[in-house]
Each structure stands twice: as C-alpha cells, then as structure tokens.
C-alpha cells in the first residue's frame, strides 16, 4: 500500500498503479536468473512477449494497466517502445512525478530497426516518490546497485546519471499516437 504521506496528493489512477507496484514488491525470478515465475510468465503473456524476456518493462505495463495509465499499444515489454511512443505523444519529461516511468540508458544510440538513432532505452522503473530521495520501484533488478537484468522486483533510488527521460502517467483514453490507431491516451498527465 502507498504510504498515507504520498497518497494525498496523487490521482485515483496513479495510486492503483503505485498500489500494484508496491504490491508486488518481492516477486522474484524462480529459478534465479530466468526472468521466469509465476507472475513474471503472467505478464509476458498478458502482453505478448516471449516467456523468460527481460521483465522491467512487463512490471511497469503491468501497474500501469491495473491503474488505468498510458502504456505502448503493443511491445509493452520493450524499454524502447515506451520511449518511441511517449515521444511521438510527447509525453517524455526531465521531472520525475510519482507514477511516472523512468527510462534508463546506456546512451548508445540504437543503430538499425524501427528504433535507429533513438538512445538505447535498457531498463524501466516507476517512480514511487521525488522528495526527499527520488525512488522507483524497479522490475528485473537487484537489491543492491543497478543492474538491468536482474531477479526481484525491489525499491530503488532512481541513478539519476542513467536517467534517459521520465514518461508522464497519462490517462488510457481515445487519443492515438500518429500511426498507431491502436495506442491509446488522453489529453495531460495526473
């Protein structure tokens, strides 16, 4: 559950986004390693990716669905889909929000593919809180520093020196991104 300090002052959906999030703080690969469990199978096939995938992504769409938040019509569980298709909604900020999702890089450019010459986005969290510490709850990763393929689902302090963009928690609406008539958002962020 959202601590009652943090509550106050979000949406109904960025809290049951949040609220799912915290909630699964904990699930963990099982074996070790395999970006496979319970609910890590769950998600990929909820979004169509293949069982055993890095999972980040998959945690994020996952809360962010069970809110009601904007979320890639389809390659959900790939960091650079969020990035392309917040993009062309314009919906990338520098301000941290809770709810956000915050997208980390490599700062390589992607060289080939739908993605060529976006920086790499490698790794997705969401943003739990900006003050005092600015965390995250964090999909495929560790409980020590960064590691974007790592096992638990675990709270993090976001490494700002990472920090590709944040993606605003819009509303899933009737809005499309121009060329996706299936992608979904609403007008601004809550």
Same mark, same amino acid.
């Given at each position: ?79 650079? $889909? ?7 909604? $314009? ?46 709850? $964090? ?52």
């Amino acid at each position: 559950m959202i601590p009652a300090s943090l509550a106050a002052g979000l949406s109904d959906n960025v809290r049951r986004t949040l609220d799912f999030a915290l909630e699964n703080i904990g699930v963990c690969e099982d074996p070790v390693g395999s970006n496979r469990g319970p609910e890590i199978d769950a998600w990929a096939r909820e979004f169509g990716s293949p069982v055993g995938s890095f999972w980040c992504a998959l945690a994020v769409a996952k809360a962010r669905k069970e809110g009601g938040l904007w979320l890639p019509s389809h390659d959900a569980g790939a960091c650079n $889909e969020w990035f392309f298709g917040a993009r062309v909604l $314009e919906f990338t900020s520098d301000t941290p929000v809770p709810g956000a999702a915050v997208l980390y890089t490599n700062r390589t450019p992607v060289p080939s593919g739908p993605y060529k010459g976006q920086m790499d986005a490698v790794h997705i969290g969401l943003v739990l809180r900006v003050t005092p510490v600015l965390m995250s709850i $964090e999909g495929n990763t560790t409980l020590g520093k960064y590691d974007r393929n790592g096992y638990v689902q675990a709270l993090k302090e976001v490494d700002r020196s990472r920090v590709l963009c944040y993606i605003l928690p819009g509303i899933a609406g009737p809005r499309t991104a121009p060329g996706d008539a299936s992608s979904q958002l609403a007008e601004g962020a809550s």
